[in-house]
Each structure stands twice: as structure tokens, then as C-alpha cells.
């Protein structure tokens, strides 16, 4: 009979030490979650007190590139398929088993769902494409950067060509106008002589003649 006692006792101090220390999950229900291919994601999974050790978890995903059938499976049992780009964050905190998937591609997108203790937690993973910008070629480059040069050079040509222009323009009709000026003074000096000839002669014609 005490043994018995003893017995219910001991089980009884054993299941109030595993409420104490048992792993509370911290969150249950379903998380979306958005990325670019490229980037890294954290499907978070944690007890309430992340320094709680958990009795159990575990990892499973039916994402493109682990399930063929749509059906969930152990991701730890096709790790072959993330090589490098999956790690458990519970080194520092056992409380803490949020998986970090790196490198994403669109084959990552998919469920992922965590088992911890007795609870699970669904989180949608969507992927998308990321647009890369093509980068500048040198000569591309090279062609930019030359552009305001020669627009402004063009410009500057443009302006000292207008410019002799005028000047041409200016110096002809100052030519022009001196040369009329000489045309004018030559016709006027012609003119003068003329006078002047016939005002000679009509005085000899006109003088008398000596007795």
C-alpha cells in the first residue's frame, strides 16, 4: 500500500515538473509569408519561454521542391534538397526552433508547418520572381556621360559659327556702304569737273575781243 502511495506520489511531482518546464508554444495558426527569389526568410516556431527546452519538434513541408504529391513530408529527410541554406536557430535558445531558409527560388514556395509539442503551426511561404536590372556597359556608360559634352560643345560651335556669321554680315555692309560712299563722292567729283570745265569755257567764249 505505501508502495503504491509512493508510486502516485512520484507521478504526480514528475507531470507538475513537465507543466513547469514544458515548451508553451508561443503562437499557433497559419502565417503568410512574401519573398523574392534571392532573399532569406524565417519561419518562426518558438515556446513561449524560448529557453524551454521542447520534448519534440519537427519540420514539414509539401513546397514544389520537397513534395511531388502535394503531401507534407519531413524536411530533415530530403535535407539533400536544402543543402547550405536551411538552418535551426536553437544553438543559443532550445525554446527558440524557427527554421531559416536562405537563397529562396521559386521551387521554395509552398506550406511549411511546425510541430512543437502538441501544437502546430502553418506558415504559407509565396515566392516571387525578382526582376534583375541589367547593368550598364561600359560603353553605354561611356555614351552618357559624353552626351552633355557634346551637346554643349555643339552648342558652342553653333554660337561662335552664328557669330562669325554676323560679323561677316556686319564688315560686307560696312564695305558696302563705303563703297557707295565712294561711288557717291566719285560721281560727285565727275561732276564737279564737269562743272567746272564748262564754266571755264563759257567764260573764254564769252570774253571780248581785244580791239
Known sequence: MAYIKMWIFLNI???????????TPSDSGVTKITAFSGESVLLPCTCTNTQDKPKSF??????????????????????ELYRNRITLLNQTSPGNVS????D??????GSYVCLLET????????????????????????????????????AAVIYYIHRAHKKARMET???NVENNLDDHNSTYGILQRKYDA??????????????
Request: aromatic residues 10%; contains cysteine.
Open 13 to 23: 511531482l514528475s507531470f507538475l515538473h513537465y507543466l513547469i518546464t514544458a515548451c
Open 58 to 79: 519537427s519540420w514539414e513541408t509539401k513546397s514544389r521542391r520537397a513534395s511531388k504529391d502535394g503531401i507534407y513530408i519531413d524536411i530533415f529527410s530530403v535535407f
Open 99 to 102: 527554421l531559416l531558409l536562405s
Open 104 to 109: 529562396l527560388t521559386e521551387d521554395d514556395q
Open 119 to 154: 501544437t502546430s503551426r502553418f506558415i504559407d511561404v509565396f515566392v516571387k520572381k525578382r526582376i534583375e536590372s541589367t547593368p550598364l556597359s561600359k560603353t553605354s556608360l561611356s555614351v552618357l556621360i559624353s552626351v552633355p559634352f557634346l551637346v554643349i560643345g555643339g
Open 173 to 175: 555692309g560696312k564695305i
Open 198 to 211: 564748262e564754266e571755264m569755257y563759257g567764260t573764254i567764249g564769252n570774253r571780248p575781243k581785244d580791239q
